[in-house]
């Protein structure tokens, strides 16, 4: 079993419910990458402006210091983290032995979409999700899950290509 999950996917896709799950499972602690944003961020998403490489960089960095923090201490982790584009993976991924399990959890636009309208209290506005798949850069190297089935399923799933 990994020692290191990261769970990928654009906004809505799921990333910290099946994240909360598997660390369920797993009894590795969970981080929601959502709530390491510096408040500029936040403000900016919840304004409706996509953040740019420059916006996400400090939070990656910050990001890959816990990834290495908990790898290193030998308690492992599940991280919900967008990484939509390969070098936010590669960032994330650095120094780290053995490599993260990246799963990347893959949905239809109109699937998100509509899950984005259903929920509230999030500061990123369903009106972004199209910037989101513009920046999406999707994994060769990730086990790719499908979105469309139970919660249960999709950690097993996980769970089975770990």
């Given amino acids: 079993m ?16 099946i994240g909360q799950a598997l660390s369920t499972r797993t009894h590795l602690p969970f981080f929601d990458a959502d709530d390491f ?11 409706g402006q996509a953040l740019n490489d420059d916006d996400r960089q ?10 290495k ?9 599940v991280l919900a983290c ?5 070098s936010y993976r590669n960032t994330l991924e650095q120094d780290l ?5 990246v799963v990347y959890l893959k949905g239809s636009p109109e699937l998100i979409a509509a899950r984005m309208q259903a ?3 999030h500061f990123m506005p369903p009106t972004l999700l199209a910037s989101q798949f513009a920046a ?23 769970l089975a290509g770990a």
């Fill in 119 to 121: 929920r509230s209290g």
């Fill in 97 to 101: 032995t053995p490599p993260p399990l």
């Fill in 2 to 17: 990994p020692s290191i999950y990261l769970i990928m996917g654009v906004s809505g896709s799921g990333k910290s419910t």
């Fill in 37 to 47: 944003h510096p408040q500029a961020n936040v403000a900016k998403m919840a304004a």
């Fill in 69 to 77: 923090k908990q790898s290193q201490n030998g308690e492992g982790a």
């Fill in 82 to 86: 967008s990484a939509l584009k390969a």
């Fill in 58 to 67: 400090p939070w990656l960095e910050t990001l890959s210091a816990l990834l």
């Fill in 136 to 158: 999406l850069e999707e994994p060769h190297d990730a086990l790719i899950v499908s979105i469309d089935q139970s919660i249960d399923q999709i950690v097993d799933d996980i």
